[in-house]
């Protein structure tokens, strides 16, 4: 009982009409509040003052000592997906130490993904399929400056068999979303350790009902995986509840 009426207070607060005062203890920094009427007042800071903002990370723009430098590691990513058209990546380049991760697959260490890889023939199942990458940067914030972020995305349509999940083209075209991705590399022999694919960033972008990496593009088939982590999300009654709950409460 205690539980619910904790929740029910979280949920009349969150849906309250709150009013935030952000303060800056630096000099003629912008404040901004919203109030019950909807109305806000901005006060505004110079473009200087702006670009300086802590909050604002500059990329990496100077290795350091004995490190690869921003492009080096940049460029050996992107050799990574060239060399299998986006789609798993040469063998050779990859650490023994390597470790393959989505949102629900893995970890998968290297044999397991090279034989996961070579299990799917995705040329034959899209010859003209049309990778898409962009926004590459390597990570300000990890201490090895060594992981390589970037965006993937995607088209094509499906005219040969998928083997074993759509052994029949279905001539469907597949659209996935964006999807943040990314390579971490070792400094000293430039292969790469860990590689993490399919975090889609709009859901409502394409036509995999949200999903990313392969269980994305067999939902875009008509040919879904048969268990949750493979379909599009799906309020839980739990979830549901506690929204009409909440509204109840605003009442």
Known sequence: MIMIRTIALVLLVSSMEVT??????LPQRMRYTTATSHQSTITPISDAELLSDPMFIEPVTTPQEGKKSSDELITIAKRFLKSSNGLGGDPDML???FIFEGPVVGPLKKEEFVKAIGSVD???????WTPQFYGFFVDPLEVEQNRVWYTARGEGVNTGPLLPFAPEPTNNKVINPPQVCSLTIDHSSGLIERYTIGYVTDRNVGNTGGLGGLYGILYALGKPLPFPEANPWSKSWQYAFFQKLGAMIQR
């Open 20 to 25: 935030y005062a952000f303060v800056s203890p």
């Open 122 to 128: 995705f040329t034959t199942a899209f010859p003209n």
């Open 95 to 97: 650490a023994e130490s």
